[in-house]
């Protein structure tokens, strides 16, 4: 996932962290492993080793990996095999299923080890989109490009009925349609602006973007949310929205028509983004929180002139037909994961880990988002197994579920094998957002101590140019010596900086190494990032081959050192609240609060 995605889906999934309140409970399909009793750690591990000032790189095994994965590549077998034959794999679907098992099959043929599912808990309603479509019957007649919005409850057949366009700015705008709504089709919300395009709308890193990248941007505030009010602001809009449309539910409209949102410079280019669909209710993947009204969400064009006819008094039929199937309320989440042994006495008991999502959105078949970073991780270590590999550490393969809606699969898998947070003390006020809440003291198991490193990708197709570091500056030196050897694949870039928004962070939270790799941007930020156009074909075979080897050779590298790789200090996130609180006594003429 790109810095440049959108702030708000950056939040919600690096602040999701925060929580880590996820609680696997039983039943589902049976887990593989059970967590360790939970124990507090050492503030300052000393048991990582002395980090030598040279690395010691195997020439001949980079030239290996690099025959093997640029010669022999199956990473479009994968891609095609994952999102041509699978197809969308929203967490909790059927397809998600298929997904999971198919993964967990094909590691196990590529010759990997104790390829299994874990459960990560109940994640909810299981839902599939069979068949959407809706159409203009009058004044005019025209088919309009639409998918259902994830959750969604079916039309149960076609339904047909007078449109009403509705724009919410305040609570009480609602109200001025009370009694006017029922049996009727609500197009809900403002059009949307469909601007020239000026800039292209694929692109890859210059070497200015890649040199800004290595810069560190200071902040003196490290733990505060700088935007808290654009977030707090959302979330009342979304209040609002919920509150409409359970009015709505309540006055028996039909059905209600989204404009999709735009997608920065792509917007308004007959792509239809269907995430924003779901935000009719947040979780809406929850029995608790489902939206009752059939609802879909429709390309901007259509959209746009429908809301133009309307505000013109000209009468507007339509016919809705959303046939979607629930497979039930209490669905669980999966991450399939295998590995390949390690074979040092002393080191086996270490693990490297690579991964990436495998789940997606529904309009496209996600192969950018995230069917790319999880077939290059396949491709990886298939390259290792391929060249009969004996690593010294363990080497494991997750791939994550439940990463659109919160990280829910890497989040659970850190909790069963790493650790919990305890509950800040004290809480943060009613108005803070629980995603953005101070976590409490982190209390870690046994297994915390020998997750050597974690590597994800999750930018989409574009090739491997370098790492984000995660502000682990002790590692900067490591990375800049292993991909030295590199540069003529594109890979130059090692930048301290933190990047947002995926599953790497599972692992930071906890101080354990976790890092994302810094890929072209290509098109996904445009066209590809949950949208029908995220498909096989918008996939580059070339970028995901070097991608792939680019992983293997961290993989390799990572598990032969002598050393564990270095971390951050031990978490302290109960202390994050005194970092800007008011010294007392520091100004000599200071007045005493009035009590």
């Known amino acids: 996932m790109t810095a440049a995605r959108t702030v708000a889906r950056m939040i919600l999934c690096a602040s999701a962290v925060a929580a880590l309140s996820l609680s696997p409970s039983a039943g589902g399909q049976k887990a593989d492993k059970k967590a360790a009793p939970a124990e507090k750690q050492p503030e300052v591990p000393s048991y990582y080793g002395s980090q030598p000032a040279t690395e010691n790189i195997d020439l001949t095994m980079y030239a290996r990996i690099r025959e093997e994965g640029l010669k022999h590549s199956h990473v479009m077998q994968f891609a095609e095999a994952l999102n041509d034959g699978i197809g969308p794999r929203l967490t909790g679907s059927p397809n998600m299923a298929k997904a999971n098992e198919w ?64 724009v919410l700015q305040q609570a009480s705008d609602i109200d001025k349609y009370a009694g006017k709504l029922k049996g009727k089709i609500v197009l809900l919300g403002a059009t949307r602006l469909t601007p020239d395009i000026t800039s292209p709308l694929f692109s890859r890193y210059s070497d200015a973007d890649l040199k800004d990248m290595e810069t560190y941007p200071v902040s003196i505030r490290p733990g505060a949310p700088a935007n808290l009010d654009a977030v707090q602001a959302r979330l009342k809009a979304a209040q609002m929205r919920r509150d409409a449309v359970k009015k709505m539910a309540n006055e028996g409209v039909l059905a209600i028509l989204t404009p999709s949102r735009d997608g920065g410079n792509g917007g308004g280019t007959g792509i239809i983004f269907d995430d924003n669909g779901a935000d009719l209710a947040p979780s809406a993947q929850k029995k608790e929180n489902a939206v009752t009204v059939p609802n879909a969400v429709m390309m901007i064009e259509h959209y746009n002139r429908l809301a133009r006819m309307l505000q013109n008094n000209v009468p507007v039929t339509l016919e809705v037909n959303i046939e979607a199937k629930f497979t039930g309320d209490h669905e669980h989440g999966f991450d399939t994961v295998a590995e390949i042994p390690g074979t040092d006495p002393k080191l086996k008991d270490q693990v490297v880990m690579v991964g990436g999502h495998l789940d997606s959105w529904i309009s496209g078949t996600g192969a950018t988002d995230n069917g790319a970073g999880s077939v290059v991780a396949m491709e990886a270590v298939r390259i290792l197994k391929a060249l009969n590999i004996k690593p010294r550490r363990t080497i494991r393969i997750a791939l994550w579920s439940g990463e659109e809606q919160g990280l ?23 108005n803070i957002p629980a995603y953005l809440r101070t976590k409490g003291a982190l209390t870690t198991t046994k297994e915390w101590e020998t997750l050597d490193a974690y590597y994800n990708l999750d930018n989409g197709t574009g090739k491997v140019r370098g790492v984000y570091t995660q502000e682990n500056f002790a590692i900067e030196p490591i990375f800049a010596q292993w991909i030295a050897p590199l540069k ?59 991608a792939a080897v680019v992983e293997a050779i961290f993989l390799y590298n990572t598990s032969e050192r002598d050393a564990m790789m270095p971390r951050k200090p031990f978490p302290h996130p109960e202390k994050e609240k005194e970092l800007t609180a008011p010294i007392p006594g520091l100004y000599p003429n200071a007045v005493a609060p009035s009590k």
């Open 103 to 166: 993964t967990r099959d094909t590691l196990t043929k590529i010759g990997l080890e104790n390829a299994h599912l874990e459960d990560w808990g109940e994640f909810g309603m299981g839902w599939q989109q069979v068949n959407t479509w809706v159409r203009m019957t009058s004044p005019d007649t025209e088919p309009l490009w639409v998918q259902a919005a994830p959750w969604s409850p079916a039309t149960n057949g076609p339904v047909t009925g007078e449109a009403i366009y509705v």
């Open 408 to 430: 829910y699969g890497s989040q659970g898998y850190a909790k069963l094998h790493f650790g919990t947070f305890a509950a800040a003390n004290p809480p943060d006020p009613d």
């Open 488 to 546: 003529d694949l594109g890979v130059s870039t090692i930048s301290p900086q933190n990047t947002g928004g995926t599953d790497h962070l599972s692992f930071d939270a906890m101080g354990l190494p976790g890092f994302q790799f810094i890929q072209d941007p290509m098109d996904y930020e445009t066209r590809t990032h949950h949208s029908d156009m995220d498909t096989v074909d918008r996939l580059h075979a070339a970028d995901l081959a070097q």
